[in-house]
């Protein structure tokens, strides 16, 4: 699998690509359904999957005072996506130009403008740009607007009809409830993981 620094990334991408958008905290059965999408969608395309993510959690940039645990390390993600069938993870270092980057600017320089993209995936509750300025309905405009298509991932809860989600997987964690936590997770809560949540 590619990894691309996109801060060092000066041109656009060669190959056409499907991008999947997400924090991707913890790549849990919410990811991992964005994940497969993409990649069933670069397979019928003929597509590179390409997911982007952070180098850190956004709230825990713009919010130092009030830091957020973070369930997987960038490594643990890299690993997950490569074993989820990704092509290449773009890295973006969460910066102060990130930060007040809007919306529509993410999507034309960044997913279509460097990643080469032609089809985004993202969850249904995605947001992104300065503020949160974004979320799907305006995902569905930048896509048109730019020659994308884009699919939406469906809210994926457990069997008893918890939204799986990295929030409610720490909530479980700071319980006591490893097994709530791995049904959402799709795997057993390790031992780091457990240590980074509790830590803070």
């Not at 993870?89 to 993410?106: C, K, L, P, W, Y």
Request: net charge neutral.
């Amino acid at each position: 699998m590619e990894v691309y620094w996109l801060d060092r990334l000066d041109k656009q991408l060669e190959t056409e690509t499907v991008v999947c958008l997400g924090m991707f905290d913890g790549v849990h059965l919410g990811h991992q359904q964005l994940l497969l999408e993409g990649k069933r969608i670069a397979l019928k395309k003929n597509l590179t999957l390409c997911v982007h993510c952070y180098d850190t959690l956004p709230v825990n940039f713009l919010n130092q005072k009030a830091m957020v645990p973070e369930l997987t390390t960038l490594q643990d993600k890299l690993d997950l996506f490569k074993f989820f069938y990704a092509d290449a993870t773009a890295v973006d270092r969460f910066n102060e130009r990130i930060a007040h980057m809007s919306g529509q600017a993410f999507i034309r320089d960044i997913v279509s403008g460097k990643l080469n993209a032609k089809h985004v995936v993202a969850g249904f509750n995605h947001r992104f740009g300065h503020g949160a300025d974004s979320g799907p309905n305006e995902l569905r405009a930048f896509c048109k607007s730019y020659g994308m298509e884009l699919s939406v991932i469906s809210p994926v809860t457990t069997s008893s009809g918890i939204l799986v989600s990295s929030t409610a997987i720490r909530q479980a964690i700071l319980k006591d409830d490893p097994e709530l936590a791995a049904q959402m997770l799709g795997r057993p809560v390790g031992k780091a993981m457990e240590e980074r949540v509790k830590s803070i």
